[in-house]
């Protein structure tokens, strides 16, 4: 083998090496975004849980009477459980 080969060899895989990293830093990055994203999501969820617990507490001791009434009770019964919040 030739010095030229060898040269050709290592800067094939220093580029070889360098693609690999690149992957990997694009990996992580989109990772701990999709991390970050998902823990605010839920975060901003919770702070919603107040307010829907308190109506859904109210539908289920007063049921609505009216059709629009039932179905925004089914709606907020079925936000609660979608985030999570505590029931009585």
Known sequence: MTEREVVLRQRLRRSWEL?????LCAFLAA???????NRV??????KWC???S???????DTPPQTPAG??????????????????R
Do not use: N, Q
Request: net charge neutral; aromatic share 8%; proline share 2%.
């Open 41 to 46: 999501a839920r975060e901003s969820e919770r």
């Open 54 to 60: 308190t109506m859904d507490d109210a539908y289920a």
């Open 50 to 52: 107040g307010i829907v």
């Open 70 to 87: 039932r179905k925004i009770a089914v709606d907020i019964a079925r936000l609660r459980a979608d985030f999570g919040c505590p029931t």
């Open 31 to 37: 990772a701990s975004a999709m991390i970050y994203t």
């Open 19 to 23: 693609l690999a990293v690149s992957f």
